[in-house]
């Protein structure tokens, strides 16, 4: 995959949609939410007409903040999940991602008073329309020794939500897939954010 990465929300769609571009400007993932769902069931294509899928992603629970989410290909082998680490993620979003039973990385939010800033400008009349705009949120993609190996950084725009990924580090494919189907899942939980 080339990177950077761009990643484009729609967040005015009816339903939430994920487009994820390489540096080629190829399409490489598309993810349409299902709405009124009460246990998470996301499908990932490789197009946007939703012909081929590549993933599934699908909480283990009913509608709960800390429910784990995992990820399987189109045949069923399992490649990893990603579980929002409760009652942490309030100060500061963080979701551990997993291979198998453990945690192989960590999503954190850079700095937490952006959180703090977006939510107080939100409730502002009118204005708190703008808080995409002025509100960037920040996220690192940590191994277990703390070394950074992807940016997910929030890009300023009004009518959609767009990020850019860049990789800091090398991942093996597998590595790569679990961080990415990540990241893809924390924005739709993080959705109405920055």
């Known amino acids: 995959m080339q990177y950077p990465l761009q990643l484009t929300f729609k967040?005015?769609?009816?339903?939430?949609?994920?487009?994820?571009?390489?540096?080629?400007?190829?399409?490489?993932?598309?993810?349409?939410?299902k709405l009124f769902k009460l246990k998470e069931a996301i499908t990932v294509f490789a197009d946007a007409e939703r012909t081929r899928s590549l993933y599934y992603i699908k909480a283990d629970r009913i509608i709960d903040?800390?429910?784990?989410?995992?990820?399987?290909?189109?045949?069923?082998?399992?490649i990893g999940a990603v579980k929002r680490q409760g009652l942490k993620s309030l100060w500061r979003a963080r979701y551990d991602v997993f291979n198998g039973e453990s945690v192989s990385f960590t999503i954190q939010e850079k700095n937490p008073w952006v959180k703090v800033a977006d939510a107080l400008f939100q409730e502002i009349p009118l204005v708190g329309m703008l808080s995409g705009f002025v509100f960037n949120p920040t996220y690192l993609v940590l191994r277990a020794d703390g070394a950074v190996v992807m940016r997910l950084e929030k890009i300023p725009s009004f009518l959609s939500r767009q990020f850019t990924i860049k990789a800091l580090d090398s991942l093996n494919e597998k590595e790569e897939k679990q961080v990415l189907l990540s990241l893809m899942m924390m924005l739709l939980l993080e959705k109405n954010r920055g």
């Open 11 to 33: 967040f005015w769609a009816f339903s939430p949609q994920i487009s994820v571009v390489d540096a080629q400007g190829s399409l490489q993932f598309y993810v349409k939410q």
């Open 65 to 78: 903040f800390s429910a784990r989410y995992d990820f399987t290909d189109e045949n069923g082998a399992i």
